[in-house]
């Protein structure tokens, strides 16, 4: 099967994936016995006229198929509906957060995959040595330290102790964001020629991107000293060995590239991950991103904004994996796309 | 042991060390830093929770909203600093009313621009007025608050710098409405040229934007993060003596990153919950700001429960001496809350209608005990050697999930009622549950809720308080109703004569609070940190941020 076939193939599958994803979110978000419309109104404050505006906007008098039904036409036409909470869009309201939550996992990956990757290298070829131990404290550290707690701690350190990174936010104080072209701040300040709002965003990624890359770090890290280690272990390895192929080749060329693949399904799921679960590291950098949307949207019931953050985040898993299948036969010729 | 092993336990020790070490560092060196120099001198900052839905005083109604629109616009009159009890000329430089209390007239000032150049005259204030009304905002239902006494045809314009507003019917709080932000001044050209006018249906255009005649200006939003406001070159009020050229808003839901901002000196003023403000406290360069809120603390009664001896107002008054005020006052809100005798908080006026603001009802476990007994409501339900009441059955008390006070104030009652022979459940739910518990079911019987103020005057309490819903009241769903104090309620509503409303207001709290439908616990101290960097703020319950005033020195 050709790539291109491949990825057709897999997009195609992404409907079924989202007719299933909405099918639960929605009813698992509709059957909890509670007054949105009621709550989205001002809650007790509530005037008759605004209740009765929103839940006839949101067809809560409906039977639940109905409601379903009005939902998935309206997807069809790609209208994620309203987000009551935020008064607008919930489209309007993504397109604002995807690109921040973006750029932050963007950076919190180029932090974690190329660290996680190298020290799991160094930590398998050095096992036992000062490094190894060195790496594994690492990353027994970013695997059990809480997040917020790290998040805290880093706020703490670098911004009040010894201040020379921002506290929270995208930007200093007041400065207007970049024109939006992508949304991405780095690169819309790139784009416009706008060095201080470059400087600015570029610094205030520095805290909440490490916090979110972490443990991430830490998970890549283990992953390629496990892989590594067995794979370095096997009778091609000796084989070239004795074949008096140099060292660093053996391990980069012979090596890496088999032991790549289990870490390149962790790199895809962790982005994902990243992408849909940086609720505690945008609420404490005060960061405008999908996850502190998401977690309020989930406190309010807020439905629409719900669905929507669901839906993206299964087509961003859905998207992930294709990647690192394709990735798969890249490094390993091995791999065939398609099966067969 | 191998040599090699050696080796290793000693590599692992030293990389432990390192950690240590730098752990240590970070948290032993806690040096307490506090920021001297002004940060941003001429940029007020403030770190908040939540943030606008709406920068459109047509269809504002949230405090984060109002809070823009408020600085943004301006209104015929206003409030000055703390005080709650007079209202001020603003775009109105004084104002008549006839003998039949229907008829207002304002003369407007002459010297008003709006942020955009244009001039401000009597067309804007008809054509806003009529605004709210026509537009009816769908989402927020505000116009509700103007259509108490106005209609389209209430505005007349008698020259271009007069307007005469005759309201459907009088009104005691028809001034505090228009001091309101939702009796904002709007420019008429710049509505029209984004999108007009079109009844029942929000200005999408008006929501993220806006051109006031009010001391600040939107400069930029940025949802969930930031709203910054830049000063309006053409206010009234001119730009001589000291003030902020920029507002920052920040919406931080996280209180120790605000806590931080505060201390590191970010923020010159932040929202620090009651539990943090030991963090703040007596430390160099901040101050707790600690005001009485117009934001009441209630218990709520369910007089229509499916627990029918909830409808006895004995009962109801036996649970109001059960609960234990001052455990509530020291434990939940530590110490950061007042008692309230009545609907109407304390610096409103007609506060002092209420028993002179001293509460009919305090923890006093015996006057229970002795009112259920003479109501025929004994401890005769034997349950495992325990003698209960109402043949065992439990009261079931609710409060909203993460609210940490109601959490404690739920518990303690519980104790209260163990002790008193009564079985009880503590239940928590999420807030849209919580409501539609309380709205479309008669399942709970005691529930805990608040309520903030929209506009200075007691109405705005009394009538949802403890109107009936034939009166358009009840808006906590007690199901209590009393025509004698609907009647009193609209007596004190439809009078401008304050002996009248006061009498009004006084007969309807002696019939309600020995009927009581709530339990009046008291009124929340508004608390929040700042810097003493930071001058000219004061605190006024209905007109909570006013940045014009405030200045860095």
Not at chain 1, 159 to 173: C, K, N, Q, T, W
Not at chain 2, 303 to 308: E, I, L, M, P
């Given at each position: 099967m050709k790539t291109w076939e491949y990825i057709v193939r897999r997009l195609i599958l992404l409907i079924p994936v989202i007719i299933g994803v909405t099918i639960i979110t929605f009813t698992v978000s509709h059957?909890?016995?509670?007054?949105p419309a009621r709550a989205f109104a001002g809650?007790?404050?509530?005037?008759p006229e605004a209740i009765a505006h929103i839940r006839a906007e949101l067809h809560l008098d409906e039977p639940l198929w109905k409601q379903y039904f009005f939902y998935l036409n309206d997807l069809i036409h790609l209208n994620l509906g309203k987000s009551y909470l935020e008064n607008r869009p919930v489209l309007e309201s993504l397109r604002d957060y995807f690109p921040a939550t973006f750029e932050l996992t963007m950076v919190a990956m180029l932090i974690a995959v190329p660290l996680g990757i190298i020290g799991g290298i160094i930590s398998a070829i050095k096992q036992n040595k000062i490094s190894d131990h060195f790496s594994r404290i690492i990353a027994i550290v970013g695997y059990s330290l809480p997040i917020f707690w790290l998040a805290l701690m880093l706020q703490y350190l670098f911004?009040?102790?010894?201040?020379?990174?921002?506290?929270?936010?995208?930007?200093?104080?007041g400065m207007v964001p970049p024109t939006?072209?992508?949304?991405?701040y780095v690169i819309d300040s790139i784009l416009t020629g706008n060095v201080a709002t470059l400087s600015s965003s570029l610094l205030h990624l520095i805290l909440p991107a490490f916090t979110l890359g972490f443990s991430t770090l830490a998970i890549i890290l283990r992953m390629t000293r496990s892989s590594m280690l067995e794979v370095m272990s096997a009778d091609y390895i000796r084989t070239a060995r004795a074949k008096g192929v140099p060292e660093r080749k053996v391990i980069y060329q012979h090596g890496l590239r088999n032991a790549l693949i289990p870490t390149l399904t962790v790199i895809g799921l962790q982005f994902g991950a990243l992408l849909s679960g940086a609720v505690l590291t945008e609420t404490i950098f005060n960061w405008p991103g999908m996850g502190r949307f998401a977690a309020n949207a989930v406190l309010g019931l807020d439905f629409n904004s719900v669905m929507g953050f669901t839906l993206i985040v299964a087509i961003i898993y859905v998207i992930a994996n294709l990647i690192v299948d394709l990735l798969y036969a890249m490094v390993d010729p091995r791999v065939k796309l398609g099966g067969g | 042991m191998e040599r090699s092993s050696v080796r290793s336990m000693k590599a692992c020790a030293i990389a432990l060390l390192i950690c240590a070490v730098l752990l240590m560092t970070s948290l032993s060196g806690c040096v307490q830093q506090n920021q001297t120099t002004i940060k941003n001198p001429t940029t007020y900052v403030r770190y908040d929770i939540g943030e606008p839905k709406t920068l459109d005083p047509a269809e504002a109604y949230d405090s984060a909203s109002c809070d823009i629109v408020n600085n943004m616009y301006d209104r015929l009159v206003t409030y000055h600093g703390?005080?709650?009890l007079h209202i001020y000329p603003s775009l109105a430089l004084n104002w008549t009313v006839a003998s039949d209390q229907l008829t207002w007239t304002f003369h407007l000032r002459h010297d008003v621009l709006f942020s955009n150049g244009d001039p401000m005259n009597a067309t804007d204030v008809k054509y806003s007025f009529n605004r709210v009304i026509t537009v009816?905002?769908?989402?927020?239902?505000?116009a509700w608050i103007l259509e108490q006494c106005m209609n389209l045809n209430s505005t007349t314009i008698i020259d271009p710098y007069t307007v005469q507003i005759k309201l459907t019917n009088t009104y005691g709080g028809f001034l505090a409405l228009l001091a309101f932000s939702v009796a904002s001044i709007v420019d008429m050209k710049t509505v029209e040229a984004n999108g007009g006018i079109v009844a029942n249906t929000d200005n999408e255009w008006m929501k993220e934007n806006g051109v006031g005649t009010g001391p600040y200006q939107l400069d930029h939003w940025t949802h969930n993060s930031e709203v910054v406001l830049a000063k309006?070159?053409?206010?009234?009020?001119?730009?001589?003596?000291?003030?902020?050229d920029t507002v920052v808003v920040k919406s931080a839901d996280e209180a120790s990153t605000r806590i931080l901002a505060l201390e590191n000196g970010d923020a010159d003023f932040a929202y620090i919950p009651y539990g943090n403000l030991v963090d703040i406290?007596?430390?160099?360069?901040l101050f707790t700001v600690q005001e009485p809120s117009y934001n009441v603390v209630l218990g709520l009664f369910d007089?229509?429960?499916?627990?029918?001896?909830?409808?006895d107002k004995e009962v109801r008054r036996a649970l109001s001496y059960a609960f234990n005020y001052q455990s509530a006052i020291d434990d939940a809100f530590n110490s950061y809350l007042y008692r309230l005798p009545g609907c109407i908080p304390k610096g409103?006026?007609?506060?002092?209608?209420?028993?002179?603001?001293?509460?009919?009802?305090?923890?006093?476990l015996a006057m229970a005990d002795q009112i259920l007994n003479q109501s025929g409501?004994?401890?005769d339900f034997n349950f495992k050697g325990t003698y209960y009441r109402f043949n065992n059955t439990a009261i079931r008390l609710w409060y909203n999930s993460g609210n940490a006070e109601r959490q404690k104030m739920a518990l303690s009652f519980q104790q209260a009622l163990t002790d008193l022979g009564i079985n009880s459940i503590v239940s928590t739910e999420g807030w849209p549950q919580y409501l539609n518990r309380m709205y479309?079911?008669?399942?709970?019987d005691f529930m805990f809720l608040g309520w903030m103020p929209d506009?200075?005057?007691?109405d705005d309490y009394i009538a949802p308080f403890v109107g009936s819903a034939a009166n358009g009241g009840d808006t906590f769903h007690t199901g209590w109703a009393n025509a004698s104090v609907d009647s009193y309620i609209n007596q004190g509503k439809y009078t401008v004569d304050p002996t009248a409303r006061a009498a009004a207001y006084t007969a309807a709290f002696n019939i309600y609070i020995n009927d009581p439908?709530?339990?009046?616990?008291g009124q929340e101290t508004y608390t929040r940190g700042m810097r003493?960097?930071?001058?000219g703020y004061s605190y006024n319950?209905?007109?909570?941020?006013?940045?014009?005033d405030y200045y860095k020195a």
């Open positions: 059957v909890i016995p509670a007054d809650g007790p404050k509530a005037q911004a009040y102790l010894v201040p020379i990174l921002p506290l929270e936010g995208r930007l200093s104080v939006t072209i992508t949304g991405f | 703390n005080d709650t009816n905002s769908p989402d927020s239902s505000v309006n070159l053409n206010y009234w009020g001119g730009w001589s003596g000291q003030h902020v406290n007596n430390k160099t360069g007089t229509v429960s499916s627990n029918k001896f909830m409808a409103m006026p007609y506060y002092n209608t209420q028993n002179n603001g001293t509460s009919v009802y305090n923890y006093n409501y004994l401890r479309h079911t008669n399942e709970w506009y200075n005057d007691p439908s709530m339990i009046f616990i003493t960097w930071l001058h319950p209905v007109l909570e941020y006013y940045y014009y």
